[in-house]
Every structure is written in C-alpha cells, then in structure tokens.
C-alpha cells in the first residue's frame, strides 16, 4: 500500500516569498491533516479535512496560510508572505475516517525562510 | 482534550527493556491512549493504542492501571533502531481526530 506523498522534500524561500506544498494522501483516506512541526516540537495541527470540507483550522494563521483539497484527495498548503518563523517541517497525514482509526503520516516538507 | 505529561528525555542500552510514562490525571471516559514513534527526519508513526489494562503488539506494550490516569508502553529489548521521539497522545473514540502532540520523550539507544 503506498503512503502519504509530499513533495517537495525541501524547500528554502525569502521571507515574503509564497511556498506552496503538496500532499496526495493515501487512497480512500477521508481524512487528511495538515501538521506544522518546529524544530524540537511536537507537531501542531494546522487543519483538518474531511473529504474536501475543513473540519478544524482553529489554528491555521489565516492571514498568510491557505489550505484546499480538492474533489477531496489531493491537498495543498499555502503560505503567502512567508514570514521567519514559518521555518518548520510541514507534515501531512491521512486516515481512513475522522475517528477511531491511525493516522498515517508522510515524510514532511523541510521548509527554511531566510 | 486531557493534557499528558511524559519525561523529556530516556537513555538505554542495547537489548535492555525501556518504558515510558506517560501522566494524564484529565482522561475522559471515551478518550483512548495512543503512542506515536517519530524517527529523525520521518513522520510521526502509529505504535499502540489502548483503553484500559493491557495491549500488546508485535512492537510494544501498553499497560493502563484501572484509573486510567498514567499508561506505561514496553518497548521490551530495545536497539539502536528504537532511538526516537515517543509520543503519548490522549483523545476520544481513537485519537485519528484532532491528534493533538506534546513535545514527546526522545529515547536514546546506545551500545
């Protein structure tokens, strides 16, 4: 079974420059998370989907992060301007249904504003 | 969602058995206890989950005394592919909803 697919792998921008990041999740996952992860942090959940609706973005910084999934598969996530703190691994992740199953996590997209 | 409290930080030796504790005094009654393992560089991976007493699996174990308020998870021999960042994590009907991360214990392996 393939797994949750990211790209790019990493990525380095200006701050004030947009990034845009990827996630194909895996087949048939209703779900789908968006994950930002700060250096010797957990992971912060940004936004969750189900199907093609936001379920929680509670705290996605919606002033310069965006988020879609489209026909309720394929995910990207926007940041625009970038700012130096938004420098983070941004992982998503995708499971079967909202609740009671795993959650499957991607390798992550290493981003590095300078 | 109930708050854990887990050791930053865990050494061990090579083929000894390692575990960690993970604190969460607020658990509800319809939250599951799930660990979470996260390789350098990887996303976060499923171990374990659990309700009440013992669950085992052919990585780990998870030990919740009937209040429910601690778990424990076994990680019975450990080896240099074990060191990680562990990650407790407490939710209602599965956690696969709104996974909410602490900051994990990173466990160290060595020779």
């Known amino acids: 079974e393939a797994g949750v697919a990211q790209s790019p792998r990493y990525k380095i921008i200006e701050k004030r420059q947009s990034v845009a990041f990827w996630c194909n999740p895996i087949?048939?996952?209703?779900?789908l998370y968006w994950y930002q992860q700060i250096l010797g942090q957990g992971p912060k959940l940004l936004i969750q989907f189900q199907n093609n609706g936001v379920v929680d973005d509670s705290q996605l910084p919606k002033d310069r992060f965006s988020a879609e999934r489209l026909k309720g598969v394929d995910s990207t996530l926007k940041i625009q301007p970038a700012k130096l703190e938004d420098s983070a691994v941004y992982l998503c992740?995708?499971?079967?249904?909202?609740?009671?199953?795993?959650?499957?996590f991607g390798q992550g997209t290493r981003l590095t504003v300078v | 969602l109930a708050k854990t409290t887990q050791p930053i930080s865990m050494d061990s030796y090579e083929g000894q058995e390692v575990n960690i504790t993970c604190s969460h005094n607020?658990?509800?009654?319809?939250?599951?206890i799930t660990w979470y393992q996260q390789f350098p560089s990887q996303g976060p991976r499923f171990i374990i989950q659990g309700y009440k007493t013992k669950v085992t699996n052919e990585v780990a174990s998870l030990f919740i005394p009937a209040d429910r308020k601690s778990s424990t998870l076994s990680l019975p021999r450990v080896s240099l592919s074990d060191t990680a960042v562990y990650y407790c994590?407490?939710?209602?009907?599965?956690?696969?909803?709104?996974?909410?991360f602490g900051t994990g214990t990173r466990l160290q392996v060595t020779l």
């Open positions: 994590l407490v939710g209602p009907t599965g956690t696969a909803s709104k996974l909410t």
């Open positions: 992740a995708s499971s079967l249904r909202r609740v009671g199953t795993e959650a499957f």
């Open positions: 087949s048939g996952h209703a779900t």
């Open positions: 607020n658990i509800a009654t319809n939250d599951y």
